[in-house]
């Protein structure tokens, strides 16, 4: 399976990637004269069935006829897991299954990869944001060292703020489905908010970062990179594919799309420059741009305020 995606055992080695074998309790057995039950459970490598009378019954392996994808801390210590699975139909179960949340492992907290791009990201200053492992790894190895990936679509606040201790531009490289594009919007409103120099690629062919550097090359991904457009001019054109009709009705909806990114940037220059654009590409007057982000903003601050007072009142009858 791994050398079908691309992978050499040197790929694997650098991963550490792994299996686990299709056996209920050997990794039970294993682990029982290094750790105590309470232990054990905690650690998110067992499932168990509670006991009619409440109690937990026998542990035994989560993971099971799986390829195992080790998730790191910062420091490079393993804190959890993605394994996927070899078997097809519905014995198999879900094809990716994750480590649950654990005292060692918070989704929202963890960006794949960190361990070993974090050098590579501060002396640059910019990240390669991509959605699964097998896209950083692949990307990686293709000699991009500044590239980390979410948890799915998943992208957190959490994840923003561990980001800013590092980078200051992100290139985000979403799948070209729908899910990933909704991501990408996400991910974008959170990045603008703290001021990040965001780009957003869309690979050609509909591909993966995946699959692109291995169809395509590493020269064609990174001239890809190059290329990829600033995050105005990608939600543009996709306010213009979501509402491709030139008529008013089709035009607002572009806009009201628009008007949250707009609204999120902190550079008033830069939000200014931001609804210019969008004005001439939906071929709306620049002035009634500006006019409605007025009018988003007074919206919005007076439910800020009725909120407020809302709490004040609520405080005031505790």
Not at 61 to 89: D, S
Not at 167 to 183: H, K, L, Q, Y
Not at 255 to 274: E, Y
Request: proline share 5%.
């Amino acid at each position: 399976y791994l050398t079908g995606r691309g992978l050499t055992a040197d790929g694997i080695a650098k991963f550490r990637i792994g299996f686990a074998p299709d056996n209920f309790h050997a990794l039970r057995q294993r682990l029982e004269p290094l750790a105590d039950p309470a232990a054990l459970r905690a650690s998110g490598l067992f499932s168990w069935k509670d006991q009619e009378d409440g109690s937990p019954g026998p542990m035994y392996a989560r993971f099971r006829k799986r390829v195992m994808f080790p998730i790191a801390n910062e420091g490079g210590r393993v804190i959890a897991f993605t394994a996927r699975t070899l078997e097809t139909g519905e014995k198999a179960g879900p094809k990716y299954l994750n480590s649950p949340e654990t005292p060692l492992y918070s989704k929202s907290n963890v960006l794949f990869n960190l361990d070993k791009a974090r050098q590579a990201i501060r002396s640059d200053g910019g990240v390669v944001l991509v959605e699964g492992q097998m896209d950083c790894i692949s990307v990686f190895l293709a000699g991009i060292p500044n590239v980390l990936a979410t948890s799915g679509t998943a992208f957190t606040e959490a994840q923003v703020r561990l980001l800013k201790r590092y980078a200051t531009r992100v290139i985000v490289n979403f799948d070209p489905d729908t899910a990933g594009a909704n991501a990408a919007e996400k991910s974008i409103a959170l990045l603008t908010e703290e001021g990040f120099d965001v780009r957003v690629l869309t690979l050609e062919g509909g591909l993966d970062p995946d699959r692109y550097v291995r169809e395509r090359g590493a020269r064609a991904y990174v001239d890809a990179l190059r290329s990829a457009p600033a995050f105005q001019d990608y939600l543009i054109d996709r306010a213009r594919t979501l509402f491709p009709a030139r008529d008013p009705k089709s035009k607002t909806e572009a806009l009201n799309f628009l008007l949250p990114h707009i609204r999120r940037i902190p550079s008033l220059i830069a939000r200014d420059a931001f609804a210019y654009d969008a004005s001439q590409a939906l071929g709306i007057d620049s002035a009634l741009v500006r006019a409605e982000l007025k009018d988003a903003a007074a919206r919005r601050r007076d439910h800020l305020s009725a909120h407020e007072t809302s709490l004040t009142r609520s405080d005031q009858i505790l």
